[in-house]
């Protein structure tokens, strides 16, 4: 009987794919560019949403800075300071006609302004630095509570806000280090141009070159590394690994961060103006009270800020 050949069993081929279908994915020039990132929040929105985060959390912020303000009266400088009611009628007998008493409160608001801070002795200099970074990490642990959501109290704040100090003020020893060329640019031009050494505009244009990059360089650094003191205060962070986040954090866009960042001073001292050259008109005699209150307030303001804008650099 004839053998039948046996069906060779092949293993079924898949249809041909189209040549369209069979050619790889083009590599895009998108594919190619670095990643984007977000564009950061213009610097009055990030106010607007640092001031709307302590209108909703004001009980504790509130809180917060009267412990500081009053362990400062307690402890550090008092409710002492210039004397407000005497400078502005010294300042009178100078600044006359319709305009001298708003140009008189202007200098006292300038006067108060160079006195902040200043301490009597080094002893009370110490508890100043000492409630300056007690307070700093109460505020940033509320700020990071309060987004997160959490409820708690002005002594949580205090309490629970502690334990990272050591590595905060091992990032602040980086940032005070990082300062040193502005103070050094500072202090060569200031020499320069008392001591007659620059003369020619030409000299002390080239000093002034000088002195500006010196404050620049500090200020490049220090558009990375102030991140680093909120960084460091999350569990388990070490002051380098804080660092070198904070690096990561604002590369690319180190200039624009480091506009953000100066924009709190002018953003403060008008703050202040605003407030504080009606008392001086009007209520003399509680003007320096009305002052002392934003000094201790500025702290919590500056870290309300910075805070909200860090929150918006992690949004990349």
Known sequence: MAKTPKAKRTAAKPPAASPVKALKPAVTVESKQPKRTVKLMPVW???KQASLLFW???RVFIGITLVYGLLNVVLAQGLGGTDVGSLKNQLGQVFT??????TSSLVVFASLIGSAGNSSNGTAGAYQLFLALIASLAVIWALRQTTAGAKFRVRDAYYRGMYPLVPFVLVLLVVVIQLLPLAIGS???????????????LEKAIWGVVFASLALLSLYLLSSSLFGLYIVT???MTPLKALRSARQLVRGRRWTVLRKILFVVPLLLLAAAVIMIPFILLLTVVAKYIFFLL?????????GYMYTLYRELLRD
């Open 234 to 236: 999350l569990p388990d």
């Open 295 to 303: 000094t201790v307030f500025a702290l919590v303001a500056v870290h």
């Open 97 to 102: 006609g319709n305009t001298g008493a708003l």
């Open 45 to 47: 929105l990030l106010t």
């Open 187 to 201: 202090t060569i031009y200031n020499v320069v141009l008392t001591q007659g050494i620059a003369v020619t505009g």
């Open 56 to 58: 909703r959390h004001k």
